[in-house]
C-alpha cells in the first residue's frame, strides 16, 4: 500500500496564493492514479482534481477550473497542487488521495489511500 502525507495549508487572503504537497511512501507512486478532494465543515467531500499516471490526463472541479492546477513528480513521489486566486469558498480541509486503477476518478470513494488533510482558510 501507499502511505500519504499533506503539508502546505495555511491561512491566505482572498487572492492569494498556496501551492499544496502530497508526499508518498510504500509502493511505487506511479502506479497510482492520484487525486485531490477537499471538505469543508457541515459538507460532504467533494473532487477538487484528478491526475493520471503519467500525468497526460487531468480533470478539475468546475469550481475550481482555471485557478488551480494538479501536477506530480514521481522522481519525489509527490502531487502538487497550485492554487490561485484563492476564494473564501476554497476554505475547507484538503486531502490527498491514490487509486491503483488505471481511469482517472473523480468519486471519493474509488479512492484506495488517503492523507490525514492539511488545511486551507481564505479570509476575506
Known amino acids: 500500500q501507499v502511505q500519504l502525507v499533506e503539508s502546505g495549508g495555511g491561512l491566505v487572503q482572498a487572492g492569494g496564493s498556496l501551492r499544496l504537497s502530497c508526499a508518498a511512501s510504500g509502493r511505487i507512486f506511479s502506479r497510482y492514479v492520484t487525486g485531490w478532494f477537499r471538505q469543508a465543515p457541515g459538507k460532504e467531500r467533494e473532487f477538487v482534481g484528478a491526475?493520471?499516471?503519467?500525468?497526460?490526463?487531468?480533470y478539475y472541479a468546475d469550481s475550481v477550473k482555471g485557478r488551480f492546477t494538479i501536477s506530480r513528480d514521481d522522481a519525489q513521489n509527490t502531487m502538487y497542487l497550485q492554487m490561485n486566486s484563492l476564494k473564501p469558498e476554497d476554505t475547507a480541509a484538503y486531502y490527498c488521495a491514490a487509486r491503483s486503477g488505471a481511469a482517472v476518478a473523480m468519486t471519493s470513494s474509488e479512492y484506495d489511500y488517503w492523507g490525514q488533510g492539511t488545511q486551507v482558510t481564505v479570509s476575506s
Open positions: 491526475i493520471s499516471r503519467i500525468g497526460s490526463i487531468r
